[in-house]
Nanobody, 125 residues
Framework: QVDVVQSGGGSVQAGGSLRLSCKYF????????MGWFRQAPGKEREFVAA???????HYSDSVKGRFTISRDSAENTVFLQMNSLNAADTADYSC???????????????????WGQGSQVTVSS
């Protein structure tokens, strides 16, 4: 059973844009949230952005103003629009879904239950 399927990513030059999509095949309820995390080679996984199903969004400081997370509630799908990409954004991006407990928990990977398969984003300078 596949709970989360993500798509998108690829290679782009610095300053370019990419979009990631992630569909959840369960039923969102309560404090359901979906988020994006990324991991670059040799680095720890880090939080990128998250959205509660009621609409509240959260961003890491490194992507704020450049990335936008949004959702299509009818399709249980979230999108990550990534603009003004730079080499530091190169990483494997994973979508996550779950019920993080509390405002600050949306940034914590262990709070999510379901994970996508990962999408490589490569930005060349």
């Amino acid at each position: 059973q596949v709970d989360v399927v993500q798509s998108g990513g690829g290679s782009v030059q610095a300053g370019g844009s990419l979009r990631l999509s992630c569909k959840y095949f369960g039923r969102p309820f309560g404090e359901f949230a979906m988020g994006w995390f990324r991991q670059a080679p040799g680095k720890e996984r880090e939080f990128v952005a998250a959205i509660r199903w009621r609409g509240t969004t959260h961003y890491s400081d490194s992507v704020k103003g450049r990335f936008t997370i949004s959702r299509d509630s009818a399709e249980n799908t979230v999108f990550l629009q990534m603009n003004s990409l730079n080499a530091a954004d190169t990483a494997d991006y994973s979508c996550a879904a779950g019920w993080p407990a509390g405002r600050h928990r949306v940034t914590t990977a262990s709070q999510y239950i379901y994970w996508g398969q990962g999408s490589q984003v490569t930005v060349s300078s």
